[in-house]
């Protein structure tokens, strides 16, 4: 069985700092891993994902995710935020084979980015 | 283009009525899914189909239905509704199980 956790509920940080969510996964077998971005109002949508090969991430609007195996982690990082990266972010993770299947969300970390 | 779409957008009605929110993707993919939103952004799915069959079935009250008429579409049907049942729900789809999932907008619900 897989699961997700996202240790922070809320992130604070000022507009132009870098910022680093985390997200740590439990699983027995090898995983998919996905971060999603929800703006206010809408729906999720796919910021970046590891399937597999390199381990350094780069996804949409800037973001960047590194696959940790050993910390089992899949931490999402911007260098510099702006006020528009303000939303709700989720790890999620799904194992790459068919079998007991599960694609788990994690709780969600709020970004607010302040002026 | 609208990838995957539901209807209404927004639903307010009273305890006990029965009402239902449909959804369409025109990805062609093969798998679809219904996610429950709570006021907290918690995600919790609730079904999801793969080529109409119903493969997750979570731990949901009976009064919600899924029906897949087809492959392009998953709607959820809800009977006698509850305060309890007052989220936003999503529905989603992917090309297969293990993939990235695109979602629709998402029907806030208010049950009174």
């Known amino acids: 069985a897989q699961s997700v956790t996202q240790l922070d509920s809320q992130v604070p940080v000022f507009e132009e700092a870098p910022v680093e969510l985390r997200c740590n996964y439990s699983?027995?077998?090898?995983?998919?891993l996905f971060w999603y971005v929800q703006y206010p109002n809408q729906g999720l949508q796919l910021l970046l994902k590891?399937?597999?090969?390199?381990?350094l991430v780069k996804g949409i609007n800037g973001f960047e995710a590194e696959f940790n195996k050993s910390q089992t982690s899949f931490h999402l990082r911007k260098p510099s935020v702006h006020i528009s990266d303000t939303a709700e972010y989720f790890c999620?993770?799904?194992?790459?084979?068919?079998?007991?299947?599960?694609?788990?969300f994690g709780t969600g970390t709020r970004l607010k980015v302040l002026a | 283009d609208t990838a995957v779409s539901q209807t209404p957008k927004y639903l307010v009605t009273q305890m006990g009525n029965d009402k239902s929110i449909k959804c369409e993707q025109n990805?062609?993919?093969?798998?679809m899914y219904w996610y429950k939103q709570d006021s907290k952004k918690f995600l919790k799915i609730m079904f999801s189909?793969?080529?109409?069959?119903?493969?997750i079935n979570e731990t949901v009250p009976n009064r919600f239905s899924p029906k897949s008429p087809d492959k392009a579409h998953l709607n959820l049907h809800i009977n006698s509704l509850e305060l309890g049942d007052s989220a936003v729900y999503f529905c989603?789809?992917?090309?297969?199980?293990?993939?990235?999932?695109?979602f629709g907008p998402g029907t806030r619900l208010t049950v009174l």
């Open positions: 699983s027995s077998v090898s995983v998919y």
């Open positions: 989603a789809s992917s090309q297969d199980r293990h993939n990235e999932q695109f």
């Open positions: 999620a993770v799904t194992p790459p084979t068919s079998g007991t299947y599960k694609y788990i």
């Open positions: 590891y399937l597999s090969g390199s381990t």
């Open positions: 189909y793969n080529n109409k069959e119903l493969i």
């Open positions: 990805l062609g993919h093969d798998t």
